[in-house]
């Protein structure tokens, strides 16, 4: 302490603990800021690739739904982000799990493949089906579980269109007609249940008689069906063969047919012109026409025999028919002489 009353601090003596203290407290206040800050810039933002759109909820509302690219949000968890594949086929498989662990690719589930036909024959059919998240909203809030209500839906309409099927529609010809069934009846009751989900395919992966004398005798029911085909194939690739040439033929015998015909006509307008004609000079001297008409008519049904007309008035002159015998005597026995 010095004489006037104040007090100095050497150098070698500690300084203010007060001050240090204070200190300290601002550095690690820095830090924290500095933590805070950069934890928001890491959280603010969000990527949604291609195939995705993201679900943004505000405090647990859903505010927005957000396509491809970087999007901005609130941190602390005042914004959440859910991102949702919506541009990707998935699937779903009954009757059936791939798998990797045998040499067929596959296992059976039979407690979904056994089914009742309509006929009441037991079968395992096995479906393949592809679906698409169509609403991410609903797919992630109107439901708890939308994946396992669509298998559950789409396994009741395979049992519901097999059931009323006969067993050789599910087993050979009717596979698309059921395919197509179900895929409708899953469609309209999506609509009704709109879970965000969208049906895009069902397809029958395979179907089978649980034993196997049934089935070989169903590959005998193919067979002859394919045997039939190729006949009937045969059958149309010859009638293509021999068709054009009946078709010829037939042509042939119509322009033939045609010739004859206008040729009929023809001659039936040739006669009725000879017919007017005739009438015409008859109706000018009807002795001369009936005259002439007669000659003609001997001279077509006696073609052989030689006519005379005397024209020379007279009327004291004999004819004698025939004329050949004594005109061929006469001659005759001139000669003689």
């Known amino acids: 302490m010095d004489n006037n009353g104040t007090y100095r601090w050497s150098a070698n003596e500690p300084a203010n603990p007060r001050k240090k203290a204070g200190n300290i407290g601002k550095i690690a206040a ?95 059919v096995e479906f393949f089906v592809e679906y698409k998240i169509s609403d991410p909203e609903k797919y992630l809030f109107a439901s708890g579980e939308p994946e396992l209500i669509l298998r559950n839906l789409i396994q009741s309409q395979v049992r519901n269109v097999v059931g009323s099927s006969s067993v050789d529609a599910v087993l050979t010809d009717g596979k698309e007609n059921i395919q197509m069934q179900v895929k409708e009846l899953v469609t309209e009751i999506l609509k009704e249940y709109d879970i965000g989900l969208t049906l895009v395919d069902v397809k029958i992966q395979d179907s089978e008689p649980p034993t196997a004398d049934v089935v070989e ?18 059958a149309k690739a010859y009638q293509n063969a021999q068709l054009p040439d009946a078709e010829a033929r037939a042509d042939k015998l119509i322009q033939n047919a045609e010739y004859l015909r206008q040729k009929r006509v023809n001659e039936a307008v040739e006669q009725v012109a000879m017919f007017e004609a005739m009438y015409e000079e008859y109706s000018k001297n009807p002795a001369i026409t009936k005259s002439r008409m007669y000659y003609e008519a001997i001279s077509q049904v006696l073609p052989d025999v030689k006519l005379y007309i005397n024209t020379s008035g007279s009327g004291d002159v004999q004819m004698l028919l025939p004329l050949e015998s004594l005109v061929d005597t006469d001659t005759a026995q001139g000669g003689s002489n």
């Open 30 to 124: 820095i830090v924290v800021a500095v933590l805070i800050l950069a934890f928001a810039s890491v959280t603010c933002f969000y990527t949604v690739d291609d195939k995705q759109q993201a679900v943004v909820t505000t405090f647990g509302k859903v505010t927005d739904v957000t396509d491809a690219g970087v999007h901005f949000k609130l941190p602390f968890g005042m914004q959440r982000v859910y991102k949702v594949d919506v541009n990707v086929y998935q699937k779903i498989e009954l009757g059936y799990r791939s798998t990797t662990s045998n040499s067929d690719g596959y296992t059976v589930n039979t407690s979904e493949s056994t089914m009742i036909t309509g006929d009441y024959n037991i079968v395992n």
């Open 217 to 234: 005798a169903f590959k005998a029911v193919e067979t002859a069906k394919q045997k039939a085909e190729t006949v009937v194939n045969d």
